[in-house]
C-alpha cells in the first residue's frame, strides 16, 4: 500500500491548506488519519474518518478550524486547515489502519501504512 500525500506549504498566520492523501494498492482501510510531527516533538493525532459511514475524529487542538473528508469516487482524503496558526507547523502524515478499532484512532502504532509527509509552515 502507498499513501501519497501532498499540499503542504508555507502560508502566513489565519491562512488555508488543504492536504490530500490517496492510498493505492489495497482495497479501503477501516480508518484513514492525519498525524503531525513538529521538530523535537512526537507525533500527535490531528484527524481521523472512518471510510465506511464518514464518522469523523479531531483533536482538540484543531476542532472548528480543520475537517477532514473523503472523496470516495476519488479513493482520496482530504484534510482543509482554515485559521491556521504557527503551532501548526510541522510534518503532516496520512495514515491508514486496516484493523484499528476506535479506541485506538489516536494512536499512530494502530496503523498499517503511512505516507511520506508533508511539510506544513505556519508563519507568523
Known amino acids: 500500500v502507498q499513501l501519497q500525500a501532498s499540499g503542504g506549504g508555507l502560508v502566513q498566520a489565519g491562512g488555508s491548506l488543504r492536504l490530500s492523501c490517496a492510498p493505492s494498492g489495497r482495497s479501503f482501510s477501516r480508518y484513514l488519519a492525519w498525524f503531525r510531527q513538529a521538530p523535537g516533538k512526537e507525533r500527535e493525532f490531528v484527524a481521523a474518518?472512518?471510510?465506511?459511514?464518514?464518522?469523523?475524529y479531531y483533536a482538540d487542538s484543531v476542532k472548528g478550524r480543520f475537517t477532514i473528508s473523503r472523496d470516495n469516487a476519488k479513493n482520496t482524503v482530504y484534510l482543509q486547515m482554515n485559521s491556521l496558526a504557527p503551532e501548526d507547523t510541522a510534518v503532516y502524515y496520512c495514515?491508514?489502519?486496516?484493523?484499528?478499532?476506535?479506541?485506538?484512532?489516536?494512536?499512530?502504532?494502530?496503523?498499517?501504512?503511512w505516507g511520506q509527509g508533508t511539510q506544513v509552515t505556519v508563519s507568523s
Open positions: 495514515a491508514a489502519g486496516y484493523a484499528t478499532i476506535l479506541s485506538m484512532i489516536r494512536t499512530p502504532r494502530a496503523y498499517d501504512y
Open positions: 474518518i472512518r471510510w465506511s459511514g464518514g464518522n469523523t
